[in-house]
Structure formats: structure tokens, C-alpha cells
DNA sequence: AGTAAATCATGATAAATATCATATTTAATT
DNA sequence: AATTAAATATGATATTTATCATGATTTACT
């Protein structure tokens, strides 16, 4: 009985969040961060807690979404099926990003999809209470237009990037930026465990020709790697990469 | 002395806008429409009317934006500069389209040039009426970031272009958004006068590539040309292009 | 532990694209 | 109108990247 319990308690905690928004430290990292007290406590009344396991699909390209994702823990893509049949990812998102708001905002089906590259927390904030906010609080919103504004910049890096470097160059930019955007293990390998299919469709490129220039990367010195891991040996060097 | 008054009217109303943002149809196409009348009549009063030239330079990457530009005729390019020396197309801006919000948004630099491709009319808006209506007018903000959601979906779908297709099918699909956006003289050729450099820049690949590929587009049928001018002949098979 | 399935790796080859060279045409300038 | 400069066009060739094939490892599963 007393197990029966402990088990229903786990349980209702990991899939019906009992954490408060107000006193969660998540909401620092993201645009929540710009609202009342007040505001927080109700969309904490409301907002359900999931854990998400890595492959996971946490939402489809041309679903409609019902709310807003706040990554509390792990690592996400965001993915879109080209017509060659090729996933490309677009953005990686991380503990504290939200996910999903460009579409509630256009109130259209989302573009992307999403899928966890480890094992996830998030909570799931209903569209509701996220439209009431963007139409009540204009401190909330214009930090949402910010964080829309910084993914717009960014996404102009990466078309630049896309049309004008080799997949040499983008491959070895990619590393970097896992590197210092998600950082490394204790033996300093990539903390994000991407398989080889994953960088090709970071960089738009065959599987076949990430693995290839990976193994470039290798005779060169720049990388080693141990298995599927991959750690950084010359950071320098493949900063000039050409 | 009549004739200098003359000349100084026209020559003030060039530049100095005389039109009343009120009353200008140009507004319903952009966020500017959720202004109130009061807040129009002020940004009326302190906006200034340029002509800019073909080929002229509107703001260049790195500058400093003081405020941003409604665009009331014409059609310009946003390029980024890449490392290779390239300047890449990143977007098409045209009639009722506003400049440069995203750098106001995140008060950074202007990441990208905008250059007319025409001659264009524009009202430049200082940066102080704009944040203040951001402030003020939630209603405004979100229509902002309406248009900004949107500018992010279109990047991601550059993005996996970019990455997954040809150049052949990038160059067509072009010859048709340019088609499809910007409308066609009387006698069929697509009504923006581009380069074949542009071309080239918004495609993301050579300049003697993209030549190259629009001649075989007329070997096929699928476009002639005239100088430099482009007509679609068989939209339908250059929609199937491979 | 053993087997199937998936992932990684590499070779051989084909296809796509870039680069360099050089005409030819078009536009700009005087 | 003549001259110069710029843009367009095309060939030859080099480089990059994709595709297909096949084997080696790793991972997942029972």
C-alpha cells in the first residue's frame, strides 16, 4: 500500500508539475522572466510538468500547438522534412528556451519539429494563458519580440552560412559551437551526444560526407574521437578551418 | 523668384515628408495600422520623406540604426557580407514593408544592408516614437511581433533550401518568388530588374553558375530572355524542376 | 551471450558546382 | 559617336559533394 504511494507521488510529480513558476529559476534564462508575480502563479496553477526521453518526439511539423514549451532540463532539435526527404535542423534548443512560441503567436501549425537529443523536463503552459499575457502584459511581450528578434538574426547567420561556406567549414563551425554552447564531459568530449546523421543535417550535407570530413577532422589532428563521442583537440585550427 | 519657390516646395516636400501617416494606405499592410490616430499624427509630425535612388545604400551591416523605414514604393535587398567576400541576399523588402525593426527590437547594430534595387519612396520614423509605442501599445508590439514570427518562418525555410536543394531548383523557385511577389511588366518579364549577380547572391552560389543555369533554363523552354530581363514561358515545368 | 539492426567508416565513381580564362554584349562616360 | 567599363556568356578544368556499394563497429534486443 504504502508503496502504491510513493509510486502515485513520483508519478503525479513528474507528469502534473508541482514546482511554482514564481520560485522556478528557469524563468530567469527566458521572456517569462518579465512577468507579475500574479501572472506567474496562475500560469503555475495550469501549466502541467512532462519528462521527455531522448528521441522523443515532443512535437510534429504542421501539428497545432496548444501551448508553449519551457525547457527545464536537456537539449532539444528543431527539425523541418525537406522535399528530398532529409530532416534539417534548423536551431538546437536548452534549458531555458521556450518552444513553440512563434507559432502561438501566428496562431498557425507549427513549421518545425521537435525532437529531444536527451532526456528532458519541460513544462507545458497552455495557449491561453499565454495570449492573455501577451495581450495584457506589453513587458512580456516585447521580451518575447526580443527573443524573436535574436532567433531571426541568428537564422540570417545560418542562410549566410548555408550559401556561402563549404561543409568543411560548417562542419567545423557546428563543433565549435556545441563546444561552447553546450560545453564538454569531465574527459572533454562534446556533452551533446549528436550521431553522425545529426551533424549532416546541422550542416546539410550526406551522412557519408559528415563521417568523411569528421575523419579529415581526425587525421588532422584538429578532433579525436572515441566511439560516436567527439572531443576537440585544436581549437584553433579548426576555427581556421577552410 | 516664383521659380524658386517652386523648387523649394517640391524640394521640401521630397524630403521632408508632407504626407500624414494618418492618412497613408501604406500603413494597412504593415504593424503600424494598430497605431491609434493620436499616435499617428505624432509620428506624422517628427517622420521624414526620402527618395533613394537605385542602387543607393539605405543603412550598411554595423550601422547604427536611429530609427526605422516604412517603405512606400519600391523594392530593396538585405544582404549580409560572408567571409568569402560575397554579400549573400538574405530578403526582399517591398512596398508596406517596415526596415529595420529588428535592430531597434534589440537596440544592436543593423546585422544586415539594405540597397534599392529601384527607386524607392521611404519614411524614416525615428527610433525614440517607435519604442515609445512598443511601450505603450501592447497591441502595436504584438502585431510587430506577428510580422516578426513570420520573417523567422520564412528564414527557416530558406535555411533548408539552402541546404537540401540545388542550385537549379533554388535559382527556379526564385524566378517564380519574384514572379509571384513582385508581378510582371506588360510584356511578360518579371518587373524587378535583377543582376544576374543578384541572382547569384540571393541563390547562394557563382555568378557564372547562375548564368549558366539561366541558360539552360532557355534551352528548356522554361524562360527566355531579353538582355538582361526574364520571362517565365512554362511556369509549370519550372515549378518541377530538379 | 548471441543475434539483428542500426550506425559508422571507407572506397569507387558520378554529378554538381567553382574557378579561371576569354569572348561578347550591353551600359556608362566623355 | 567613340571609348571605356561593366555585365553577360561560354568553354575548359579543378574541386567539392553526392551516391552507391560494402564492410566494420556499435547498439539494441531477447
Same mark, same amino acid.
Given at each position: 500500500m504504502i508503496f502504491i504511494m510513493i509510486y502515485l507521488f513520483l508519478h503525479v510529480q513528474k507528469n502534473i508539475g508541482m514546482g511554482k513558476c514564481e520560485q522556478c529559476?528557469? #524563468?530567469?534564462?527566458?521572456?517569462? #522572466?518579465?512577468?507579475t508575480k500574479e501572472e506567474l502563479v496562475r500560469i503555475s496553477s495550469c501549466k502541467t510538468s512532462k519528462i521527455i526521453k531522448k528521441g522523443e518526439v515532443i512535437f510534429e511539423e504542421g501539428e497545432v500547438l496548444n501551448g508553449v514549451y519551457c525547457v527545464k532540463d536537456g537539449i532539444c532539435k528543431l527539425t523541418k522534412l525537406s522535399a528530398n526527404g532529409k530532416d534539417q535542423i534548423v536551431k538546437m534548443v536548452v534549458k531555458g528556451d521556450l518552444l513553440g512560441q512563434r507559432s502561438i503567436v501566428t496562431e498557425e501549425r507549427s513549421n518545425l519539429q521537435a525532437t529531444a537529443l536527451n532526456d528532458m523536463e519541460v513544462c507545458f503552459i497552455p495557449k491561453s494563458e499565454i495570449l492573455a499575457d501577451l495581450q495584457k502584459n506589453p513587458d512580456f511581450t516585447f521580451n518575447v519580440l526580443k527573443d524573436m528578434a535574436n532567433d531571426l538574426k541568428e537564422a540570417d547567420d545560418v542562410i549566410v552560412n548555408m550559401a556561402q561556406k563549404s561543409v568543411r567549414q560548417r562542419l567545423a563551425e557546428t563543433i565549435i559551437y556545441i563546444h561552447e554552447s553546450f560545453g564538454v564531459n569531465p574527459d572533454g568530449t562534446l556533452s551533446v551526444l549528436l550521431s553522425r546523421e545529426d551533424f549532416a543535417n546541422i550542416v546539410g550535407t550526406a551522412t557519408e560526407s559528415a563521417i568523411r570530413v569528421l575523419s579529415q577532422f581526425k587525421k588532422e589532428g584538429l578532433i579525436s574521437t572515441t566511439g560516436k563521442r567527439i572531443k576537440i583537440e585544436n581549437i584553433e585550427d579548426l576555427k581556421r578551418v577552410e
Open positions: 529559476i528557469i #524563468k530567469q534564462f527566458n521572456s517569462l #522572466k518579465a512577468l
